[in-house]
């Protein structure tokens, strides 16, 4: 089983950057698929970006296109997202994700671990 904890949050001026990290503990990272999905206070949870298990394939959501890069270190167990950027509506809880399967999906539903969450506020 793996576990993920996420990392990076904080607080940016808008226009900044910050780089989320999630380390995944356990056995088989590299089979993994992994995703990045954020939640805002009051609004349903929603896709970020998603990376497959060899990290050729990547799939972003529209408004994150050109400023969000995900990547993977499966020797490391580590996937990261580099945000640049940011703006105050990127203000979210952000949560890695990972799926036993090689492929990406958008779908919050079909990721069956989830960390904990790591706060980004981006002020004005």
């Excluded at 904890?5 to 995944?24: D, F, K, N, T």
């Excluded at 969000?68 to 509506?89: C, G, Y």
Aim: with cysteine; net charge positive.
């Amino acid at each position: 089983q793996v576990q993920l904890v996420e990392s990076g949050g904080g607080l940016v001026q808008a226009g900044g950057s910050l780089r989320l990290s999630c380390a995944a503990s356990g056995r088989a990272f590299s089979d993994y698929a992994m995703g990045w999905f954020r939640q805002a206070p009051g609004k349903e949870r929603e896709f970020v970006a998603a990376i497959s298990s060899t990290g050729r394939s990547t799939h972003y959501a529209d408004s994150m296109k050109g400023r969000f890069t995900i990547s993977r270190n499966n020797a490391e167990n580590t996937a990261d997202l580099q945000m640049n950027s940011l703006k105050p509506e990127d203000t979210a809880v952000y949560y890695c994700a990972s799926r036993r399967v090689r492929i990406t999906s958008s779908y919050a539903g079909a990721y069956d671990l989830w960390g904990q969450g790591t706060q980004v506020t981006v002020s004005s």
